[in-house]
């Protein structure tokens, strides 16, 4: 929760009650003052002969004497009842915030006997509402990845036997088999193999949705990693002719696990192969950065557009192109690559031209993340926050602002950091004033789920640096 | 001497597939259709070589592989090798082998030969 905030708020309620005991005080020196004044000319018109200095100087005393105790006593009774007025609003504010932080099972305890209660009760009602959802949700959710993964267990059970016999007939356990039998058993096992691909695909993605994906940790030598995998992979590039260039750092041994690595470089290096004209070339290298080791592998293939690279990392997506067929392969591959990367705090992406080729890169940090998170891959919302991001930067930045998204999404660079990034680096450069980059800022946590920013309430604040100090802190 | 291998899957087309396969190879095959079955079996053909679904109704594998401790045990399972041995599935010393299904005709028969063939030399 944010103290900050709630002093802007409490600022702005003090305001609400100084108003109100002002108020009050002014009412109560000015009624008693008529009154009195009307009184006092009253009793001195009462004395015929007039009244004596001492006499007249007794009952002005008096006289405002009643009126500072009026007014005081008003001024007490205002204070009071403002704050039985601020006081629930307070209590509303408070609980707001809560529900924004996402806490719905909050509930207000406000008996005024007035608006403000009815005000509370309806949200109670809306709360629970919300909590209700919000329950759903979750629900469906957990379902979602519980369908994925028992599904897959059962699709993958009526595999074994298949495949155990058209292997049987493929390897002359039931007899010769004419070229044509064979061909025709040929096709059978084939995509018998793609749909157990898929299946196992599936399974993947139903771990890294459930955050079951299995990390082995261990001590392990990256650039001997590499160098294996690279290795491994020469059968398959061999077919094409294409040479596997590795280019290893000396690296730390450190505490990875080696199967992941390996399977996301292999995954990456296939995709490579397949891209990639025959003769050709493949660079793999690994260096060692600040906080993590820099993965890449780099072909000189088909490349891919723009829209290719942004949509590349999504589940199913395959690029549209003459010899795609030929290619198989599930289009889940990336994904699952993105979600093992990820679930290590890990970033996968994409750099390429059309015509020259692809530069795939992922990051592994130098220390192992042992709390595995769920990463999700299917039917996630990436897709509608990445189409309001996209609006945002359209209005902040006008016609270019499509053009700096995709850029930027390419670059995999669209988490709250990289974007805050970004645009300071376009106040830096004076290409958007402070204030509208504040405001970019502010619109861009909102779509991301970040804490609600609420400009016009800096305008009410005395804190001068307050805007950064609240944008710092996150 | 023809060795004996004991199949043991609830799924009957499984089971009918690995007798075949280990029949053409040279092998008496006697299956069982779960744990308890299994058991009984054992006492009845003493085999050599017993291969092990994991995931089977009636009584838990992981119980079944505990009351036999002088017969070779290789799983055959759909559940990964780094789950089972999550479950502590494998740690017994006559558990030899992993199976991941599907499984691969020759590779299954390149190991149960040398499975075999180890039991013979030692």
Same mark, same amino acid.
Request: proline share 3%; with cysteine.
């Given at each position: 929760?944010?103290?900050?905030?709630?002093?802007?708020?409490?600022?702005?309620?003090?305001?609400?009650?100084?108003?109100?005991?002002?108020?009050?005080?002014?009412?109560?020196?000015?009624?008693?003052?008529?009154?009195?004044?009307?009184?006092?000319?009253?009793?001195?018109?009462?004395?015929?002969?007039?009244?004596?200095?001492?006499?007249?100087?007794?009952?002005?005393?008096?006289?405002?004497?009643?009126?500072?105790?009026?007014?005081?006593?008003?001024?007490?009774?205002?204070?009071?009842?403002?704050?039985?007025?601020?006081?629930?609003?307070?209590?509303?504010?408070?609980?707001?915030?809560?529900?924004?932080?996402?806490?719905?099972?909050?509930?207000?305890?406000?008996?005024?006997?007035?608006?403000?209660?009815?005000?509370?009760?309806?949200?109670?009602?809306?709360?629970?509402?919300?909590?209700?959802?919000?329950?759903?949700?979750?629900?469906?959710?957990?379902?979602?990845?519980?369908?994925?993964?028992?599904?897959?267990?059962?699709?993958?059970?009526?595999?074994?036997?298949?495949?155990?016999?058209?292997?049987?007939?493929?390897?002359?356990?039931?007899?010769?088999?004419?070229?044509?039998? *064979?061909?025709?058993?040929?096709?059978?096992?084939? +995509?018998? !193999?793609? #749909?157990?691909? %898929?299946? =196992? @695909?599936?399974?993947?993605?139903?771990?890294?949705?459930?955050?079951?994906?299995?990390?082995?940790?261990?001590?392990?030598?990256?650039?001997?990693?590499?160098?294996?995998?690279?290795?491994?992979?020469?059968?398959?590039? *061999?077919?094409?002719?294409?040479?596997?260039?590795? +280019?290893? !750092?000396? #690296?730390?041994? %450190?505490? =990875? @696990?080696?199967?992941?690595?390996?399977?996301?470089?292999?995954?990456?290096?296939?995709?490579?192969?397949?891209?990639?004209?025959?003769?050709?070339?493949?660079?793999?290298?690994?260096?060692?950065?600040?906080?993590?080791?820099?993965?890449?592998?780099?072909?000189?293939?088909?490349?891919?557009?723009?829209?290719?690279? %942004?949509?590349?990392?999504?589940?199913?997506?395959?690029?549209?192109?003459?010899?795609?067929?030929?290619?198989?392969?599930?289009?889940?591959?990336?994904?699952?690559?993105?979600?093992?990367?990820?679930?290590?705090?890990?970033?996968?992406?994409?750099?390429?031209?059309?015509?020259?080729?692809?530069?795939?890169?992922?990051?592994?940090?130098?220390?192992?993340?042992?709390?595995?998170?769920?990463?999700?891959?299917?039917?996630?919302?990436?897709?509608?926050?990445?189409?309001?991001?996209?609006?945002?930067?359209?209005?902040?930045?006008?016609?270019?602002?499509?053009?700096?998204?995709?850029?930027?999404?390419?670059?995999?660079?669209?988490?709250?950091?990289?974007?805050?990034?970004?645009?300071?680096?376009?106040?830096?450069?004076?290409?958007?004033?402070?204030?509208?980059?504040?405001?970019?800022?502010?619109?861009?946590?909102?779509?991301?789920?970040?804490?609600?920013?609420?400009?016009?309430?800096?305008?009410?604040?005395?804190?001068?640096?307050?805007?950064?100090?609240?944008?710092?802190?996150? | 001497?023809?060795?004996?291998?004991?199949?043991?899957?609830?799924?009957?087309?499984?089971?009918?597939?690995?007798?075949?396969?280990?029949?053409?190879?040279?092998?008496?095959?006697?299956?069982?259709?779960?744990?308890?079955?299994?058991?009984?079996?054992?006492?009845?053909?003493?085999?050599?070589?017993?291969?092990?679904?994991?995931?089977?109704?009636?009584?838990?594998?992981?119980?079944?592989?505990?009351?036999?401790?002088?017969?070779?045990?290789?799983?055959?399972?759909?559940?990964?090798?780094?789950?089972?041995?999550?479950?502590?599935?494998?740690?017994?010393?006559?558990?030899?082998?992993?199976?991941?299904?599907?499984?691969?005709?020759?590779?299954?028969?390149?190991?149960?030969?040398?499975?075999?063939?180890?039991?013979?030399?030692?």
């Amino acid at each position: 929760m944010n103290t900050e905030k709630f002093d802007i708020k409490k600022f702005i309620l003090s305001k609400i009650n100084r108003k109100l005991t002002l108020l009050f005080l002014i009412v109560g020196l000015i009624a008693p003052t008529i009154a009195i004044y009307y009184f006092y000319n009253i009793s001195v018109s009462s004395f015929p002969e007039g009244m004596s200095g001492e006499q007249g100087l007794l009952l002005k005393t008096i006289t405002v004497m009643i009126i500072t105790l009026i007014a005081i006593n008003a001024a007490i009774i205002g204070f009071f009842m403002s704050r039985s007025i601020s006081k629930p609003i307070k209590e509303l504010y408070n609980a707001t915030r809560e529900v924004e932080t996402g806490k719905y099972d909050i509930r207000l305890d406000i008996k005024t006997c007035d608006e403000i209660e009815e005000l509370a009760q309806a949200f109670n009602r809306t709360t629970a509402a919300q909590q209700r959802l919000e329950e759903e949700r979750k629900e469906i959710d957990s379902a979602k990845t519980e369908f994925l993964s028992i599904t897959s267990h059962e699709l993958r059970s009526p595999m074994t036997p298949m495949k155990a016999q058209l292997q049987m007939l493929e390897e002359g356990y039931f007899g010769k088999l004419s070229k044509k039998q *064979k061909d025709s058993l040929g096709i059978v096992i084939r +995509n018998a !193999d793609r #749909l157990d691909k %898929i299946i =196992v @695909d599936f399974l993947d993605i139903s771990r890294i949705e459930a955050a079951r994906l299995k990390f082995n940790f261990q001590d392990t030598d990256i650039a001997q990693l590499v160098k294996d995998t690279a290795k491994f992979m020469e059968g398959f590039a *061999k077919e094409k002719n294409i040479e596997l260039v590795v +280019n290893v !750092d000396e #690296l730390p041994i %450190i505490e =990875v @696990d080696p199967d992941r690595v390996s399977q996301v470089t292999r995954n990456l290096i296939n995709n490579a192969i397949k891209f990639s004209a025959e003769n050709s070339k493949i660079e793999i290298t690994a260096e060692l950065k600040k906080e993590y080791v820099l993965f890449s592998v780099r072909d000189y293939g088909c490349g891919l557009t723009s829209e290719n690279q %942004i949509r590349i990392f999504e589940p199913f997506y395959q690029v549209e192109n003459s010899n795609r067929r030929k290619h198989g392969g599930t289009g889940l591959g990336l994904a699952i690559c993105r979600g093992i990367v990820e679930s290590q705090n890990g970033k996968i992406w994409v750099e390429s031209k059309p015509g020259k080729g692809c530069k795939f890169s992922f990051t592994i940090p130098l220390k192992p993340v042992r709390q595995i998170k769920p990463i999700k891959i299917l039917f996630s919302h990436k897709g509608t926050i990445e189409r309001k991001l996209r609006e945002e930067f359209k209005t902040m930045l006008g016609p270019l602002g499509a053009g700096e998204f995709d850029e930027l999404k390419s670059k995999n660079a669209l988490s709250r950091d990289d974007l805050v990034e970004y645009i300071d680096s376009l106040t830096d450069q004076y290409i958007i004033p402070e204030e509208r980059g504040l405001d970019f800022k502010n619109r861009i946590e909102r779509i991301l789920g970040y804490e609600k920013e609420v400009i016009n309430e800096k305008e009410d604040t005395p804190f001068d640096n307050l805007g950064d100090e609240v944008l710092g802190r996150n | 001497m023809q060795k004996t291998i004991l199949v043991v899957d609830d799924e009957p087309d499984i089971r009918q597939s690995v007798k075949m396969i280990l029949e053409v190879n040279g092998y008496k095959v006697v299956t069982a259709v779960d744990g308890d079955d299994c058991l009984k079996k054992v006492h009845e053909v003493k085999p050599d070589l017993i291969l092990l679904d994991i995931m089977m109704p009636g009584t838990p594998v992981d119980d079944i592989v505990k009351q036999i401790t002088d017969i070779k045990i290789a799983f055959m399972s759909v559940v990964r090798i780094s789950d089972a041995r999550k479950r502590g599935l494998c740690t017994q010393g006559n558990i030899v082998d992993f199976f991941q299904k599907p499984f691969n005709v020759s590779d299954l028969i390149d190991r149960v030969e040398l499975i075999l063939d180890e039991e013979e030399q030692g």
